[in-house]
């Protein structure tokens, strides 16, 4: 929040400091804003301890991320596959951040998930040159298209 004059801009909102919507009408919604962030923070909090498994190398570094090679999606664009992917080529990455991946792809509901046959997103390292490892993101998507609805 920035004074200039008799103005406040905060958040991108431009309102008059002695106006009933001004400095202390945006005290109030900080406060709002700061309550809605410490359950979203106790939620997030929540999944990401429920996405963990029992395994105690899981946030151990892998290496590098190479190419990520996305295979099955004919309809939903890359971009929207790659958006939830926690790295991006040249980041480091773990076996849990390949796990949080798939869980993100699937929760997305525009992709298969078929426990029974084994159909899901997968997310997997595949070779490595160096410290650099290729990832293949593979997914099957729902027909008809969600979007399509």
Same mark, same amino acid.
């Given at each position: $929040?920035?004074?200039?004059?008799?103005?406040?801009?905060?958040?991108?909102?431009?309102?008059? +400091?002695?106006?009933?919507?001004?400095t202390?009408g945006?005290?109030?919604?900080v406060a709002?804003?700061?309550e809605?962030?410490?359950?979203?923070?106790?939620?997030?909090? +929540?999944i990401?301890?429920?996405?963990?498994?029992?395994q %105690?190398?899981?946030?151990?570094?892998?290496g590098?991320?190479?190419?990520?090679?996305v295979?099955? %999606?004919t309809e939903?664009?890359?971009?929207?596959?790659?958006a939830?992917?926690?790295?991006?080529?040249?980041s480091?990455?773990?076996?849990?951040?390949?796990?949080?991946?798939?869980?993100?792809?699937?929760?997305?509901?525009?992709?298969?998930?078929?426990?029974?046959?084994?159909i899901?997103p997968?997310?997997?390292r $595949?070779?490595?040159?160096?410290?650099?490892?290729?990832?293949?993101?593979?997914?099957?998507?729902?027909?008809?298209?969600?979007?399509?609805r």
């Amino acid at each position: $929040m920035r004074l200039y004059g008799m103005l406040v801009v905060a958040a991108g909102c431009l309102v008059a +400091a002695d106006s009933p919507t001004g400095t202390e009408g945006l005290i109030k919604e900080v406060a709002v804003l700061r309550e809605r962030v410490k359950v979203l923070e106790t939620r997030l909090a +929540a999944i990401e301890h429920s996405l963990k498994l029992p395994q %105690n190398d899981i946030a151990k570094p892998l290496g590098k991320v190479g190419q990520i090679i996305v295979l099955g %999606n004919t309809e939903t664009p890359q971009s929207v596959i790659l958006a939830q992917l926690p790295f991006f080529p040249g980041s480091s990455f773990s076996q849990a951040d390949l796990d949080l991946a798939a869980r993100r792809l699937e929760l997305l509901n525009i992709f298969v998930v078929d426990l029974v046959k084994g159909i899901q997103p997968t997310v997997k390292r $595949m070779g490595n040159i160096g410290d650099f490892n290729d990832i293949l993101v593979e997914v099957k998507e729902k027909r008809p298209h969600p979007r399509d609805r």
